[in-house]
């Protein structure tokens, strides 16, 4: 049974730091891409990060410079480093891995996470 579990997520202040972290098991993921993404109520889904099997990463203008994606294959782990955070990155976060297409389009991807909350107070 493929498996993504988020942590890591909490409560901090604005400017503050927080390192989530997506274990993966029932299969290897280190040949494909995995990402994150992120909800806050009432809105939609939407793409935060993504990184390729290679290294290769790609961000949201709007975490570009704050947030770092990064992977240890080794560990079947992905990384999401967020720094200088604010009120308005407040959601769930989710993990997701094996897009079939665009990085950045939700429905790409096969498997998801249950998501960790990430509260940023003002």
């Known amino acids: 049974q493929v498996q993504l579990v988020e942590s890591g997520g909490g409560l901090v202040q604005a400017g503050g730091s927080l390192r989530l972290s997506c274990a993966a098991s029932?299969?290897?993921?280190?040949?494909?891409?995995m990402a994150w993404f992120r909800q806050a109520p009432g809105k939609e889904r939407e793409f935060v990060a993504a990184i390729t099997w290679s290294g290769n990463t790609y961000y949201a203008d709007s975490v570009k410079a704050r947030f770092t994606i990064s992977r240890d294959n080794t560990k079947n782990t992905v990384y999401l480093q967020m720094n200088s955070l604010k009120p308005e990155d407040t959601a769930v976060y989710y993990c997701?891995?094996?897009?079939?297409?665009?990085?950045?389009?939700?429905?790409?991807?096969?498997?998801w996470g249950q998501g960790t909350q990430v509260t940023v107070s003002s």
């Open positions: 997701a891995a094996d897009p079939q297409g665009n990085y950045y389009y939700a429905p790409s991807y096969d498997y």
């Open positions: 029932g299969r290897s993921f280190s040949n494909v891409a």
